[in-house]
C-alpha cells in the first residue's frame, strides 16, 4: 500500500485530496493539527508521533524531524534501501504533501515583532520539500495545493511519471529558495535586498531596435503592464518607458 504523508499549514483542499488518496489505496501519515483535520472528516490517518514513536516537543518546533519520516522519503527505489528501512519496523513514503507557515505575510503585517517573525521560520517543512525533491525518482512532492486536483488525476489515470516528479521538484526547489531569501531580506534590512523576478511578457525590443528586451515582474502579470495587447504592434521597452 503506497504511504502519502500530509503536514502542512495552508490546508485548503486537503481534505478532497486526502479523500482521493484513500479511495485510491493510500494509507496517510499526517502531522499533529493535518492529523487532527482529517480525523475530524472521519478520514483514516496515522499521526505522526505515532508512527515514529516520538511525540512533537517543543510546542510544535519538532514534528517531523525524525529518521523514520525522512530515512522513508530519501530511501532510493533499492532493495538494500528498503531492507534498512524494513530492519527499523519503518516503510518508504512516496507521496510528500506539504506547505510553509507564512513568513512573508506575516513581515508584511505593521509593527510586527522580530519574536513573531522568527517563529514563523519553518524548519520541519523545509526539510521535508527538499528531501523529497531530492529524492524525485522515487517520491512525488506537492508543495501547492493548486496541484491537488492535477495529482489526483495523474494517479487515477496513471500518469504520474517522471517528467510530472521532476516538475514538482524544480517547484520545490524554487519555493524553498524564494522563502529562505525572503528570511534573509527581512533580516538584512535595508543593508541588501536580492529579488527573484519572473518573466511577464517579451518585448518588441530594448531602447535601440536592434536589442532584444523582456519585462520582468515579481509574479506572473503582476502588473498593469502585463496586460494583452488587443490592437497595434507589441510594446517595446521605450513604450513601458
Request: charged share 20%.
Amino acid at each position: 500500500m503506497p504511504k502519502a504523508l500530509m503536514s502542512v499549514y495552508d490546508k485548503n483542499g486537503l481534505v478532497e485530496l486526502a479523500k482521493g488518496l484513500i479511495s485510491l489505496g493510500w494509507e496517510l501519515l499526517a502531522s499533529g493539527g493535518t492529523a487532527k483535520l482529517l480525523q475530524k472528516n472521519n478520514l483514516q490517518v496515522t499521526e505522526v508521533a505515532e508512527y515514529t514513536g516520538s511525540p512533537e516537543i517543543l510546542g510544535g518546533r519538532v514534528k517531523t524531524l525524525h529518521p523514520a519520516i525522512h530515512g522513508g522519503i530519501l530511501a532510493r527505489n533499492t532493495q538494500e534501501d528498503f531492507d534498512q528501512l524494513k530492519s527499523k519496523g519503518w516503510a518508504p513514503i512516496d507521496l510528500v504533501v506539504v506547505n510553509l507557515y507564512p513568513f512573508e505575510s506575516t513581515i508584511a503585517q505593521p509593527n510586527v515583532a522580530l519574536a513573531d517573525a522568527i517563529e514563523q521560520i519553518d524548519i520541519g517543512g523545509v526539510a521535508l520539500i527538499r528531501a523529497a525533491a531530492k529524492n524525485n525518482d522515487r517520491v512525488t512532492l506537492v508543495c501547492d495545493p493548486e496541484d491537488y486536483s492535477s495529482i489526483l488525476q495523474a494517479l487515477t489515470k496513471g500518469t504520474l511519471d517522471q517528467a510530472l516528479r521532476n516538475k514538482l521538484a524544480l517547484k520545490g526547489f524554487r519555493l524553498t529558495s524564494n522563502y529562505d531569501q525572503a528570511i534573509a531580506n527581512y533580516l538584512e534590512g535595508d543593508e541588501v535586498e536580492t529579488l527573484t523576478l519572473h518573466p511577464i511578457q517579451s518585448l518588441r525590443y530594448g531602447e535601440n531596435p536592434h536589442q532584444s528586451a523582456i519585462l520582468l515582474g515579481y509574479r506572473h502579470n503582476d502588473t498593469p503592464l502585463g496586460g494583452q495587447v488587443l490592437q497595434g504592434k507589441e510594446l517595446s521597452y521605450n513604450n513601458l518607458l
